[in-house]
């Protein structure tokens, strides 16, 4: 029975199938969870990419500390202007995201949070990363009501080989700091990367269970789309390995130290299969998503449209999805904000994404939601 108790194996059984009316059943079965437990709504929030600085160096992100960038951090009034557009536009929420930049430290993320508040009334989701806990506890208490961090692949070696602990810092555990989010207050949203070199669908299927034993109120997944100037944005697999090579010939200085054809966890999963970063692999993770945790928030993420702007979004939307994060940041900074090649509505104004996304809504027959869009997961965990 395709239902939210399904087991790992058959998780992964799944994740294999490509037998296409079985395929349609899954994608149905998805659909019709969507409709009875979260509704027809689209939740819209608008994207404020704050900033592109991080000080982490994970091997696949454009954003990356070592990467030779131009580099951008929002004003506190851009970053108010963003916001007043989001309310103009009544999309409830605003998810403030950015690298690990510290700059954006405690004290001005409150002021942000408390200033977005009082004037505009929206929800507030932050996505800024790793923090310390006294800045959770502080941003939640200024009126934040969600924070997003994607524990990215619950493989712990092949997390470890593609994020390098920043330097200085002390290793993390995502997976304990999203427990800790929930116990201060915050509506906890989660993800992973599909089809990261060295992942297995045993591998996805584990992620896939942990979301529901995590019980997430928001999971957001994309294919894996390593930005060209990194070092897995420069592999190719060869005789059973993951092996770095360069472009147009040269040896860049991302490169020099990271030898990533030596390292074991970049090995082919050979006993249970490399999980492909296509969109069908995709699509079977969101409907696998809403059947296993029926009542969160799931968007259509911007990695999916980016695969296909049209088919993508929509696709992720009839297969599961209630979610889209139309992006707000101001049209000078987006192309900035280049944490994987082609990234979908780059280029483009606020207001021509938000039209594409309500044409692309009405075109599958659902509406868009008014209102801050909780999750019925959250909302039920607090009666
Ligand atoms: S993935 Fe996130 S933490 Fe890692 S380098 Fe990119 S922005 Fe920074």
């Known amino acids: 029975m395709l239902n939210e108790n399904l087991t790992r194996s058959k ?16 994608y149905d079965v ?7 437990r979260v509704g027809d709504e689209v939740w819209l ?17 454009g954003a990356r500390a070592s990467r030779r960038a131009e580099r951008y951090r929002m004003t506190r009034e851009e970053i108010l202007e963003s916001a007043k557009l989001a309310r103009d536009y009544q999309f409830g929420t605003v998810v403030l995201q950015a690298g690990e930049d510290f700059a954006l430290d405690e004290a001005f993320v409150a002021d942000l949070i408390q200033e977005i508040r009082e004037r505009y009334q929206l929800a507030i989701t932050l996505s800024l990363g790793e923090r310390k806990d006294s800045e959770f506890v502080r941003w939640k208490e200024a009126g934040a009501d969600r924070y997003l961090l994607r524990f990215e692949t619950s493989n712990r070696d092949l997390y470890d080989a593609i994020h390098p602990t920043a330097e200085g810092s002390v290793f993390q555990d995502r997976i304990e700091m999203l427990k800790r989010l929930r116990e201060i207050g915050y509506e906890i949203g989660s993800g992973v990367m599909i089809g990261v070199p060295g992942q297995s669908f045993d591998d996805l299927a584990n992620d896939l269970a942990l979301f529901r034993e995590l019980d997430l109120d928001m999971i957001g997944c994309g294919p894996f789309l390593p930005h060209a100037e990194t070092p897995l944005g420069r592999i190719e697999a060869r005789n059973g390995e993951w092996r770095t090579v360069s472009i147009h010939g040269t040896t860049s200085e991302d490169q020099r130290g990271i030898s990533l054809s030596t390292d074991k966890s970049f090995k082919y999963p050979t006993t249970d299969g490399q999980a492909p970063n296509d969109i069908e692999t995709a699509f079977k993770v969101v409907a696998l998503a809403r059947i296993l945790c029926p009542d969160a928030n799931i968007p259509s993420t911007t990695a999916v449209a980016t695969i296909d702007e049209t088919g993508g979004r929509k696709g992720a939307l009839e297969r599961g999805a209630n979610v889209v994060m139309p992006n707000l940041t101001p049209k000078k900074y987006r192309r900035l904000y280049d944490i994987y090649p082609n990234k979908a509505a780059a280029r483009e104004e606020a207001e021509k994404t938000r039209q594409t996304v309500l044409k692309q809504i009405r075109e599958i027959g659902r509406v868009p939601g008014i209102g801050s869009g909780s999750s019925p997961r959250f909302l039920k965990r607090r009666a």
Do not use: H, Q, V
Request: proline share 0%.
């Open 11 to 26: 998780i992964s059984k799944w994740l294999r199938e490509t037998d296409r009316e079985k395929l349609t059943e899954l």
């Open 30 to 36: 998805a659909d019709r969870t969507r409709r009875k």
């Open 45 to 61: 929030r608008g994207l404020i990419e704050l900033s592109n600085y991080c000080r982490r160096d994970c091997l696949y992100c």
